[in-house]
């Protein structure tokens, strides 16, 4: 019986495309830069034709990149974005109102959805909030958390799920380590007084958004309630801030604590939600693991 030979598609195509998002340029004027025709460009893509030397050199001179380059798909994209980009360097007047939150936590759930869905998707993000990369440059710059918020709405239809948006906060950690929270933090004799100066000093740092306060606590539990900070709600023309995704979010983020002391993270689940019609958000903080591995040091 003959059999089908699996498709495998011309390596090169993923440079040209990531170059195209770049370009500026619509789809007539990037086919006249590359010097093929559509037709052409499906025969590329199809590993039947390959890209010819005069479309190399025409890349290489748009872009300022050398031919090697082009051909090898060694570019740091993320130069290369920041130079190409057209666009304010500010943040749209919408995410500039009633900023109270750092950039820091915007800049890494970017970073977390090319690190989920890859490139295309950070793309696709940046574009559909427009905002530009040029202006998620600066960790300490001032942020509306409508921001954030707008991102989430976006990649629920994108098919992001609970348990991807709670990964997005824990993901902050990866910037957060090295930052002045994360050595603070490190300094902690354990993990329920890393949570005490957390919620207590350490999100003023962050964001003025929401009142925090511990209502609960045993050895290895915390409960933690939060509300929108009425100021901030009354700015920003909403009762309560963020919705369901952020919330998970915050989960994710709040549960990343002790791994700042070496420790496994926290399990954090929500209890109650304003965005679902409960009077305050709670957190439930489950520090077993955490508290557990601490106590195998003293031996």
Known sequence: MMQTAAFIENPITETLERLRANSNLNSTDWFDLVGISFSDYIDLKLN????????VESLSKYFSLQPEQIITGQINFKDLTLKMEHGSKELPEIYGKAAFGRQRTSITSLDFVEHFGGWRLRHDSIKKLGVTENSMLNPFAPISMKFITDLCSYLSLR??????FYEMGAFSFVSNRSSVLGKILAEMPDSNSAYD????????????NYLYSIT???KDHLTVEYVTDSEVGAESGVRHLGSQHVCQIQAGFISTIPMYLGL?????????????GDAVCTLQIDLTEANAAQATRSF
């Open 48 to 55: 039947s034709k390959s890209l010819p030397e005069k479309s």
């Open 159 to 164: 098919q992001l799920q609970k348990k991807d």
């Open 197 to 208: 100066l957390f919620f207590a000093e350490c999100m003023k740092l962050l964001q003025r």
């Open 216 to 218: 609960k606590r045993s």
């Open 264 to 276: 496994p993270a926290a399990d954090v689940t929500k209890s109650s939600c304003v965005h679902c």
